[in-house]
């Protein structure tokens, strides 16, 4: 009886394991420029890499600049199906906001912020 509730525990946690997995919400595993960082002025290329495959059509990058004017940024299509890039003009030194949502192709919409600076 011992060794078979036993196994149900290990095959409870398995399934709830699945089940995380299986919920589908991205998750930024590498980020560029990375969070808080501080970049040179000029063209700057901008890359969330995600921990699934997202839907790049459905899925928008928002910049929002040190003077407090917003603008929606076009992503670049040729990259990974887990990449969300785009290209800037970093010319205005201070803080800058880049909002970003992505729609995983199971359906889950996953939110965040990326803060950096230009110098």
Known sequence: MRARSGLFAVLAL???SLAGNACGHAIVMAA???MNSSVAPGKLEIS???NSRIDRLR???S???PDGTVAEIASVPDRAQNVLAAQIDATMPGSWKLDWQVLSLDGHVTRGTLRFSVR
Do not use: G, I, K
Request: charged share 25%; glycine share 0%.
């Open 59 to 61: 899925s928008r990058l």
């Open 14 to 16: 398995a399934c709830a």
């Open 32 to 34: 560029r420029p990375a």
């Open 48 to 50: 969330l890499e995600f």
């Open 63 to 65: 910049l929002l600049r």
